[in-house]
């Protein structure tokens, strides 16, 4: 998946407050797929993924004099949106299987989903975010992380001095944190 909009700008969050439609336009391009994914991967329904990515940049666009740029950037504001968007749906869903089952039905999609919204949203922005790193960073941080490869086991297998790995590890986990902290506080 690519970074979610490595070209988007403090100006084009400004310009979408304004209400200019080109910034609009920029936005859904960017960002579209992100909403996307998280929404794949909560309701597991492209169907229903699709029309969640449809609903979350009209509510955007309707509500976007609630944004504030000062705040945070917009992609976080939008993963904000689209938590609720999904949270919306599943409740919707949660109620007519209810009702299905009143009427002495068998729902036909009984299994609950095991993973909360907010942690597909967490998932997919920091795999996002990871990608952005760029190389060899973003791989020394998986190898640590989802590998839980020490920093002598990562220089070995990327063939790298350990301090150059001590050192992107520290620099990447300083921008992750930043990078974060903005995704949360818009969020």
């Given at each position: 998946?690519?970074?979610?909009?490595?070209?988007?700008?403090?100006?084009?969050?400004?310009?979408?407050?304004?209400?200019?439609?080109?910034?609009?336009?920029?936005?859904?391009?960017?960002?579209?797929?992100?909403?996307?994914?998280?929404?794949?991967?909560?309701?597991?329904?492209?169907?229903?993924?699709?029309?969640?990515t449809?609903?979350?940049?009209?509510?955007?666009?309707?509500?976007?004099?609630?944004?504030?740029?000062?705040?945070?950037?917009?992609?976080?504001?939008?993963?904000?949106?689209?938590?609720?968007?999904?949270?919306?749906?599943?409740?919707?869903?949660?109620?007519?299987?209810?009702?299905?089952?009143?009427?002495?039905?068998?729902?036909?999609?009984?299994?609950?989903?095991?993973?909360?919204?907010?942690?597909?949203?967490?998932?997919?922005?920091?795999?996002?975010?990871?990608?952005?790193?760029?190389?060899?960073q973003?791989?020394?941080?998986?190898?640590?992380?989802?590998?839980?490869?020490?920093?002598?086991?990562?220089?070995?297998?990327?063939n790298?001095?350990?301090?150059?790995?001590?050192?992107?590890?520290?620099?990447?986990?300083?921008?992750?944190?930043?990078?974060?902290?903005?995704?949360?506080a818009?969020?």
């Amino acid at each position: 998946m690519a970074a979610p909009g490595p070209e988007w700008t403090r100006q084009l969050d400004l310009q979408f407050s304004a209400g200019d439609e080109r910034a609009m336009a920029t936005a859904y391009g960017c960002f579209s797929p992100l909403v996307y994914t998280i929404a794949l991967r909560s309701l597991r329904d492209s169907g229903a993924a699709a029309d969640i990515t449809q609903d979350v940049f009209v509510r955007a666009w309707r509500s976007r004099d609630s944004f504030d740029p000062q705040s945070g950037p917009l992609p976080a504001w939008i993963v904000g949106i689209c938590r609720n968007v999904i949270l919306d749906h599943l409740s919707a869903r949660s109620r007519q299987e209810r009702l299905v089952v009143r009427a002495g039905f068998a729902p036909e999609t009984g299994a609950a989903l095991d993973a909360s919204v907010d942690t597909i949203a967490d998932r997919v922005v920091l795999a996002s975010e990871l990608e952005r790193l760029g190389e060899p960073q973003g791989s020394i941080l998986r190898l640590a992380f989802y590998e839980d490869l020490t920093h002598q086991q990562i220089s070995a297998r990327m063939n790298l001095p350990l301090g150059t790995v001590k050192s992107h590890i520290r620099r990447s986990l300083v921008h992750l944190r930043n990078r974060l902290e903005e995704w949360d506080a818009a969020s």
